[in-house]
């Protein structure tokens, strides 16, 4: 309000639009903003707020930017990123995963008329007002990114040359290494804390004193067939000693546990559906030229089969992984990550994969999982180079 009794043109625009779904009520506050000049500084500043007010609710910028790219068009999803960069300025120190994200926001406005884009404003900020409040992800002001940051750069590359080569033997060979990397980071992570003395209620302490505890991160899973790509993540997060929550209605789950393991989940969640979309072509591919037409049933089976039968690798060489001598250590992770999630969500159910009825399908999938690119952890009691 620009004073106790005259509403100002924003507050008008936003009495019409934001509270009502209809498009004259979007119209007659577009063009409301449209004629005012003026009103544009208090607009961004109240666009700011309602991504402050977003953050409180739980939702980082990724999550904001997922959502908006869902529901809405990519205008607004360049407004987004713009107003997320904007707000991040008045915005309290985060951690390592929330800067990442915020530098991953590369979009500009597009340039339009003024009523178009006051249009675009006010369907984003009536998304931004309606967004229910998530289970917070908070992390650590003051923690810095792990050394092992940089290993995890060299294995983020090499898992994008393996996805993009037409070459399976080079593929092979990059994500081998990959893999060799991912088992030293995880390795590295578990001998600390076994170094480090346990303390009561499953937590535990770094070398150097300070408190470690399981954290969580989201990752995107969207449609198409997101069931299936729901249980690809679950059966990752389950064998990297992760647990995962799917969030059906928002397109995302919520994967728990520490902090080199969240990393490690994100990057085989990644190589494993960027593996399985590719061999799902080259399958749909070798249909059709059979004379074969395959459907949606055909590739919801696929990938049902690909994330059933990744988790059953994933298990079995799971269960082959760990010595003795970080049995307790890992026995205590594992009780701390599980409080976590318990705190997180203390209600969760099951749910059934649907449409799975192709036997084409399945088989195919099945078969490209056995293909993919999951081979065993070096035993975790053992140094590298054995």
Request: aromatic share 4%; glycine share 6%; charged share 25%.
């Amino acid at each position: 309000m620009t004073s106790s009794s005259t509403p100002s043109t924003v507050d008008r625009a936003f009495e019409a639009a934001l509270y009502a779904d209809s498009d004259a009520a979007l119209d007659t506050a577009a063009s409301l903003l449209a004629a005012d000049r003026t009103a544009d500084a208090e607009l961004d500043r109240r666009g700011r707020e309602f991504v402050a007010q977003a953050w409180r609710r739980g939702w980082q910028p990724a999550d904001v930017v997922r959502m908006v790219r869902r529901d809405l068009d990519d205008v607004h999803v360049r407004l987004t990123q713009a107003l997320i960069r904007a707000q991040a300025s008045d915005d309290r120190a985060r951690g390592p995963r929330w800067r990442a994200q915020l530098e991953e926001l590369t979009a500009e406005p597009l340039a339009t008329d003024r009523f178009s884009h006051a249009t675009a404003v006010l369907e984003l900020y009536r998304l931004l007002l309606r967004l229910p409040a998530l289970e917070p992800l908070e992390e650590p002001a003051g923690r810095k990114a792990a050394p092992e940051s940089r290993m995890l750069t060299r294995i983020r590359a090499l898992l994008a040359k393996a996805e993009a080569t037409g070459y399976p033997e080079e593929a092979e060979a990059l994500s081998a290494k990959a893999q060799e990397l991912m088992a030293r980071h995880s390795v590295d992570e578990a001998l600390i804390d076994a170094q480090a003395p346990t303390l009561p209620h499953a937590r535990l302490r770094s070398r150097g004193g300070t408190p470690i505890t399981p954290g969580a991160c989201r990752i995107g899973v969207e449609p198409p067939y997101e069931q299936a790509k729901a249980v690809l993540l679950d059966a990752v997060a389950t064998a990297n000693h992760c647990r995962a929550v799917w969030n059906e209605a928002f397109g995302f789950s919520t994967v728990v546990g520490f902090e080199g393991d969240l990393e490690v989940v994100e990057l085989l969640h990644t190589s494993l559906l960027v593996q399985a979309m590719t061999a799902m072509t080259t399958a749909e591919a070798a249909q059709r030229a059979g004379g074969r037409k395959r459907t949606k049933t055909f590739r919801q089976s696929f990938l049902a089969a690909y994330a059933h039968r990744v988790g059953t690798r994933l298990r079995a060489a799971a269960e082959t992984q760990v010595g003795d001598d970080l049995l307790p250590v890992l026995a205590t992770r594992e009780v701390a990550v599980t409080d976590r999630l318990d705190q997180m969500f203390p209600q969760t159910t099951t749910t059934r994969l649907r449409g799975v009825s192709d036997e084409a399908g399945w088989t195919e999938g099945a078969e490209a999982a056995d293909r993919a690119q999951v081979r065993s952890r070096r035993r975790l009691d053992q140094p590298p180079g054995r």
